[in-house]
């Protein structure tokens, strides 16, 4: 069975997969405390993307699944060391750019599956732009948007960033590299001002200020096990979309 994963694929595997559907998984390197690795964004979306494409092809899909972006978009984290980072304008040059190269390998449909908070906006404004060329056709979902909701019910305590869910899949996937003594409550600090709160202001929050460990929440009631059940059914899903994305036949009404 071919796996879709193209790291791991020749080219006569690639040539007789001949893929429809693309998957640009894309992660970020950057600080998540001093209990969990930088990496922890690229491995968990890399995890569901291959796992995704994988089963996708199992189940008839004919899914290709590019290497995983590990640098994207970290401006507001910046005042930690090595928080890795790109421009706006450089990301979104390079997210065109890779839909382009599947166009020009007749492949109309590509996923981006993000695994950081940062980086939906700029996403979104590159599909906006690529809409302009008729018979793309570009979608976003996130590590565990496919997850059942009877799956990400087993979270405790939600947290946009190194809480128990990032410490639960890292617990999953490398918890070789899981500093266990250090995983605890960590703070997160709010503006004064209320009407940002009362009108939902859209800002870019510097991170320094809202986390000042560079993690936030109560991760004490992480673990392996929470993690395995929303990947379990984040993979299923994924696949699920894909293998639809991949069967779905051509039109000039696509997808609908």
Known sequence: MNSGILTEMTIDDVRALAPNVAVIPVGSTEPHGAALPYGADTWQVEHVAYGGTRRANEQGGRVVCLPTLPISLNNNFRAFPFACRMQVS???????????????EEVRRIVFINGHGGNPDVIRAAQRDLAAIDGVHTFMIHTTTCASEEATAVWEHT?????EEETSQMLYLRPDL????????????????ESLHEFAVDYVRPWHLYLPTSAGGDA???SAKKAETVFDSAI??????LVELSQAPDSDTFPY
């Open 178 to 193: 899981v500093r266990n003594e250090k995983i605890t409550d960590n703070p997160r600090r709010y503006p004064k001002l």
């Open 220 to 222: 004490t009631k992480a």
């Open 159 to 163: 947290s946009d960033h190194a809480g």
């Open 90 to 104: 450089t990301f979104m040059a390079l997210l065109k750019d890779l839909v382009m190269m599947c166009l020009s």
């Open 236 to 241: 299923a899903g994924t696949a699920r979309l």
